[in-house]
């Protein structure tokens, strides 16, 4: 099973995302099981790490965040069963690059596997502060451990 999770930048939600998917997986004993990746539509932060403030505040909760961004492409639909996109930004501009619907039926909205938040989208922490960045780790852990729920049976 193939999962990739995007948001704008690759540097902060979806790197945060993929940090915690890896981690269930691993603490589950399901690595061997799943690829795990992360993308951005913007190619703005191709070839950085994550967002120094995404890792500090995973790496408090004992995660590490092993992503380099890059730019989602259209192959990406060929090689991934699922993409994880963090909003409705996100969804669209990846729905534009599908060659079909079966393709646009790979699009999951993050959200929507969180159903104790309010957030209809995670949001984006950018150019916020630390509560942003929380909140984000908060909506993954639930949104992650739904999705291998959902995945795994
Ligand atoms: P992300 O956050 O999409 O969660 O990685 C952002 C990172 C960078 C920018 C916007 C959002 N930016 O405008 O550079």
Redesign the pocket.
């Known amino acids: 099973m193939k999962v990739l999770f995007v948001?704008?930048?690759?540097?902060?939600?979806?790197?945060?995302a993929e940090g915690v998917f890896i981690h269930l997986l691993e603490k589950r004993g399901l690595s061997e099981q799943f690829t795990v990746d992360s993308a951005?539509?913007?190619g703005?932060?191709a070839g950085e790490r994550?967002?120094s403030r995404?890792r500090d505040h995973a790496s408090r909760r004992g995660i590490e965040l092993p992503s380099l961004?890059r730019q989602f492409v259209a192959k990406d639909f060929n090689i991934f069963d699922w993409i994880i996109v963090?909003?409705d930004s996100?969804f669209k501009n990846c729905a534009r690059l599908a060659n079909d619907e079966e393709q646009k039926a790979k699009l999951i909205k993050m959200a929507d596997l969180c159903p104790n938040f309010s957030e209809n989208e995670?949001p984006?922490?950018?150019?916020g502060g630390a509560a942003g960045f929380e909140r984000?780790l908060d909506m993954v852990d639930e949104g992650c451990i739904n999705l291998l729920e959902k995945l795994n049976g």
Do not use: E, K, Q, W
């Not at 984006?124 to 150019?127: G, I, S, V």
């Open positions: 948001c704008l930048g690759n540097i902060c939600r979806s790197p945060a951005g539509t913007s703005f932060h994550a967002d995404m961004s963090m909003d996100n995670v984006d922490p950018y150019y984000v």
